[in-house]
């Protein structure tokens, strides 16, 4: 996945009148505000309410699903190998929003400040904030993208990790 392919599937949410963040590995590198590895997919969150537009826009363009975890996520694919992982929320009138986890017991949380502005080659996009990406890296084992992730925030933000 490019910085234009980003680009170009913001581009196309936008035009569809949806909401979108990115998170995961290009999210952490919108708010560094360059590419600095690889990535295989985007993590892209999402409005619920939403997901009629998105998936329409989505397979207009020639992605199909692939994996249906709902209500905690699904991924979408493109003929080209391009990865989207989907993650649907529902938002509160404070702004702040919840998705669905493996344990509907504790659904994850996104207070209102996690929705933050970073740039993917020099445009700004919706993106999930610095806190929030490092709240995400808890409470399993690393990999090797994951500790380079953290290490730019630490880097960047001067943000204590947990690795």
Partial sequence: MTAEDVLSVLDLLRGAGTDVWVGGGWGIDCLVGEQTRD????DLMHRQEQEGAVLAALRGAGFVE??????????LAAPDGRELDLHPLVFAGDGSAVQASPDPAHPFVYPSAAFVSGT??????????????????????PTERDRHDMAL?????GLATHF
């Fill in 153 to 157: 925030l630490r880097r960047a933000f």
């Fill in 66 to 75: 692939t994996l249906d975890q709902r209500p905690v996520r699904f991924v």
């Fill in 39 to 42: 990535h295989r997919d985007l």
């Fill in 120 to 141: 993917v080659g020099g445009t700004p996009v919706p993106c999930l904030s610095a806190a929030q990406q490092i709240h995400f890296h808890q409470g399993y084992e």
